[in-house]
């Protein structure tokens, strides 16, 4: 998993609710059995039309907007338990997505794959909007070690983090390097439980 | 200390705590498939490693495979590569593979129960977020991602936060032509997809004891719809009666020394949960979906709300309805009956029940999919095939199909398809596709007429 320590960069505004797995990634693209080029479809049938052409209004078909900071509105991430939303979001170029709230497991695949899911509250999350909207140059920050969320001009959230995903995040480990380690508990505890 | 049934079966699996209070956690069963599993095994071969209990690792081919003509190859070049990984890894890797054709293939969550696999008191996990179908039986089972899927098939465990502990309970008696679909889905529209985030539910009630395995699964189901982790039944004689007998299920003497354990699996009566709701029976009707989201649900009589949200506009917007308008009366075009939320034996008996001497509607297509290659059997032995074939309907060979449109199960852009799967995102069900999701009753009433009608009107 790749690391991630600090981060400044303009953010992408995508002001809608209740975004699920299968507007981040359709089904239909799921064929793929490696984790690479799921960018490619990443919001596919809001960024694409029927033949393929952009269309034109979508966020990410917006020049103005850039950046590896991606700012949606609640409850990002609900529906299916796909990784390969997050592998879309990352493929893309997004490192840290900034909501009001997140679908659990989107937010534990999330943080499986080297994202950072910041959760701030409603207020906050339009305060970001609208400046954003004001100027979509921006620049935020992420100090991750810190926990802050700021930028240049007086913006600056303190945000939440499990301290275990924390510090896979800022090490880049993953759960399973844990526990390949905890083999001889795992076998024990089969053989008090008579598995 | 008093403890709840979520606490009884977690507090039995924990390996270890560790930091930041999350435990490592055993996991009993872990089913596999084809979509969610290729970058596990990848990963497990860039590690050098193997799957760690086999015997507890089971395989199918469900989520996109076609459902006609399964005898052939599969036709589209990328389905059919991801189905022989997954044939590729199971020998490879020495797990056993319900492939297509098999007969025990079918959807994760059909197949669990069915064959006996799923039981009170385990823990149990899939990559798919409707693994929570298997808490119906007192387990306590979820939905994963891949990261994860190789955590469980290279060391059986997890590392897991506890969720929160959420009572529903609905007490009552259902009316005539409402089923647990309808229970379900009236849940998730009162409490939004949303609602339960960080919680694991546990359904309680008579509204719920009184109900069949089958019915409760479909709740269970419907759980990870309102955000909640999972969602479980306490085990009772229903429970038990179902899995006699079943395959992965011990008989004799063993089973009678099962069923003694899991009578102790229920929650303390001065347990105490995070949170309790109450809800009564009496006021759920049959329901329908007018949004994009499984919480957008209203009864068959009401008109869809309005609301100012840009959200809620660009969702009514998606599927041509407006604010104020019933969906009773609605023409659609297209008629699903499948998916893990209602395609297992009683859903197909349901239907054929009330289907038998009627036929569907000229302008409407009817795809009726079992949820496994065993249901398939079964409909047919009983002579359900006939009665559906006699309707109009036409009986598919078990999958997702058009629960997530993966293969060539679509309803084409624009048009109305009534669905007894579980979500109506946009472009769920294939690209620009409008789906109504309800009940099989209501569905097969709207195959008949050709547009969506009060099921209870039939049977009055
Ligand atoms: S039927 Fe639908 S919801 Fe169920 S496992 Fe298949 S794709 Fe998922």
Known sequence: MEKLNQLSSSAVPLPIEDIDTDQIIPARFLKGISKEGFGENLFRDWRYDKSDKEIEGFVLNNKIYQGQILVAGRNFGCGSSREHAAWALGDYGFRVVVSSFFADIFKGNA????????????????????????????????????????????????????????????????????????KEDITAFEQKQNV | MAKTLFDKIWDAHVVKEIAGGREVIYIDNHFIHEVTSPQAFAGMKARGIGVFRKSQTHATADHNVPTKDQHLPIQEALSRKQVDTLIENCKEFGVELYGLGHEKQGIVHVIGPELGITQPGKTMVCGD?????????????FGIGTSQVEQVLSTQCLILKKPKRLRITVDGELQTGVSSKDIILYLISKLGVGGCTGY???????????????????????SIEMGARG???????????????????????????????????????????DKELEFSAHNISPMVTYGTNPGMGIGIAEGIPDQESDSFKKSL?????????KLEGKVIQHVFIGSCTNS???????????????????????MIVPGSKKVEQQAKEEGLDKIFEAAGFELRQPGCSACLGMNEDKIPSGEYCISTSNRNFEGRQGPGARTILASPLMAAAAAIEGKIVDVRKFLN
């Open chain 2, 129 to 141: 977020s409707h693994t929570s179908t298997h808490g119906a039986f007192g387990a306590i089972a």
């Open chain 2, 317 to 325: 917007a998606y599927m041509d309805l407006r604010s104020g308008e």
């Open chain 2, 344 to 366: 297992r034996i009683e859903d197909l008996r349901q239907v054929a029940d009330f289907v038998e001497g009627k036929i569907k509607s000229p302008d409407v297509q009817v």
């Open chain 2, 200 to 222: 694991f539910v546990e359904y309680a009630g008579t509204a719920i004891t009184s109900l069949s395995m089958e019915a409760r699964m479909t709740i269970c189901n419907m």
């Open chain 1, 111 to 182: 943080l499986n794959n080297g994202i950072l899911p910041i959760t701030v509250s409603d207020a906050q999350l339009d305060r970001i909007f609208r400046k954003i909207e004001e100027n979509p140059e921006t620049v935020f920050s992420v100090d991750l070690p810190n926990q802050v969320l700021f930028d240049s001009a007086g913006i600056s959230i303190q945000f939440e983090i499990d301290a275990y995903k924390k510090e896979c995040l800022l090490n880049g480990y993953d759960d399973i390097d844990y526990l390949l380690n905890m």
């Open chain 2, 231 to 273: 969602g479980l039944i306490a085990p009772d004689e229903t429970t038990y009666e179902y899995l006699r007998g079943r395959e992965f299920v011990p008989a004799g003497p063993a089973f009678d020394e099962k069923v003694a354990q899991w009578k102790s699996l229920a929650t303390d009566a001065d347990a105490v949960f």
